[in-house]
């Protein structure tokens, strides 16, 4: 099917209308077969050789996987790393105290000497990708049953990544594309001394916060700086004093050209996870099952945070990331199901369902391969939707932020077992069980905390049926007769893991009798065993038919438009977006411009609301108008939006002109476009940028910072108003 797909794939691609294709996140390595004609049509000046290139500096070399989830870009030879506030906001929280709060004031290290380092962050680079799909499927037959089949197919992967790693330092990783249809081989270099360079204060990077996030019209100075450092030789080491700035061999050209509407744009950075070929049962799912249930409890929990943060700093600086992490999905899945809603989501997934069933049954074949899929998802829906809402929602009342000490307290699980079993290994347990405490003290209120104990209490027996309910919550439940407020000080004063002294204490001399009658471990056991018992086996069952089906599914889809370019799904490996700065009508009578400016930032200040507290430095370099040379036409361009097609993972990308020269950093996507993850929306799904013209100015004039500007390679000269 594949070959078949390709080949066909490439006798279109010359057939293609000129437009730009908006939607679609595009394999690197594939851009030169089936994007690069459209690109250059369209404006783009370069070649695919200078995005992807194995033989020589590309552009690439310059995009990093930062951390787990985010993208970061090379801005300088000296390893200087651009990404988002967002993204490095746990280590910048990480280094704050009271003192030193750089959440709230920013930092500039000023020297390489002062920048801090970061334990447990890494920044990965691509060194190359290849469709190894004929090696991993080596001897694979049809009539194979699947546990050889899965035994062979793992088999040939660890031959592929023992064989693509040998005599190198390189880390590597076969990953399936199109639901398991294709497989590619990634080769990374993993740097892990990776230190923090420079941050405006939050009141900039994190302007607007949550009221604005997912927003359009957005002013968000979204940025900051890391550098990446290395050995002698430019390889990967652990952290040493001795180390020094890695040299990329690639770095983007920073431009002061600026934005166009029209412009032809791309953003290139590591999209973490869409679903665009999902059935409709999947998306009703998410839909009207679960998105409004997690909408429900974590708007309560972040309320609580809110409020609690907004009377004390020091909550704030505990309590700003969590609430963060929390609030991010919550907005978005508010958005996600209005956007589904407009669009008609579910409908048109439907409609699609028939018409596919229409094609499936115009020929035997096609029945015989394809003909029970539809009622198969619909048949394992049924049961899964139940046991995906008690999953999730048991891991948002007992993790996540919700019953903090019994998530403390799970952590603990392990230890108990080894010490039951005397376990040698049990000492570097508890040391890890040392630093893992350490950390969670380190963002803990127990006034936040029981607040969130009572609220997600509360919830949870409102909406988990009681035989999906965890035994000790029903015990506690019965006790107190759901008045949960009556028995939080108790819990909390009986319980080991509610303060700090008596956890560090347990850990020094270690009882595991003792934690087993903690009444919050008691209550993470029975959570994780109600999991484990009831939902863990049919989950994993239903999961594993669902990955079969869904490949299937997607084969078949390839197969019904065998005339269109498909794209894969994101799955966190480096893609393509290109599309055009571009404004969007948001309802009747409201367009909105692609642009915004300071003077946007100076109509939303208000000392009075947190999100909107204007510093006075910024203030002040307004009301002067003096921007320097960041001054276009009286202002300073802030934000600007694209129809690139993005999604979280491509926080901190690098957007790129008709040049190849970073124009911005991508963070967001506007509200009403947000439900792209599954269902592209042309006329309202548009990437949020930050103008790297923004940047440069916050660096420069606002924090005084030029030195690091003089590190770049500034290019293009400023466009004014003819
Ligand atoms: N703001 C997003 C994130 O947090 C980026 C996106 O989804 O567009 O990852």
Redesign the pocket.
Known sequence: MRKQFLTTLLLLAFAMPVSLADEGMWIPVLIEKYNIKLMQENGFKLTAEDIYSINRASMKDAVVLFGG??TGEFISDKGLIIT?H??GYGYIQNHSTLDHDYLTDGFWAGSNKEELSNPGLSVTILKYMEDVTDRVLNGVTEEMDKEKRDALINANITAINADAVKGTHYVSAVRPFFLGNQYFLLVNEVFRDVRLVGAPPSAIGKFGGDTD??VWPRHTGDFSLFRVYADRENKPAAYSAENVPYRPAYHFPVSLAGVKEGDFTMVFGY??RTQQYAPSYHIRMLKEVIYPKQVEIRGKKISIMEQEMAKDQLVRLKYSGKSFGLA?GWK?WIGEIQSLDKMNGVARKEAFEKEFMEWVAADPERVKKYGKILDEYRDIYKTYTHNYLVNTYTNEVFGSAGVEPASLAAAFRRAVEMAEKKDPGLEKELQRLRDYTDNYFRNFDRHVSEQLFVAVMDLYGKNIEPGWQAEAYRELAAGCRGDFGSVAGKLFDKSIFAEENRVKDLISRFDPKKVEKDPFYRMAVSAANLIESRVRGEMVAADTRLAELNKLYMAAQMEKESDRIFYPDANSTLRLAYGRVMGYDSRDAVYHKHQTTLTGVMEKDNPEIYDYDVPDRLRELYLKKDFGRYNVDGEVPVCFIANNH??????GSPVLNADGHLIGV????AWEG?A??IMFNPKQSR??SLDIRYVLFIIDKFAGAGYLIDEMTLVGEPQHTP
């Open positions: 989830g985010c988002n967002h993204c996030n997912w999209p973490g991010n978005k993005t999604t979280g993972g491509n926080s991508n963070f967001d996507r947000v792209s993850d990437n949020i």
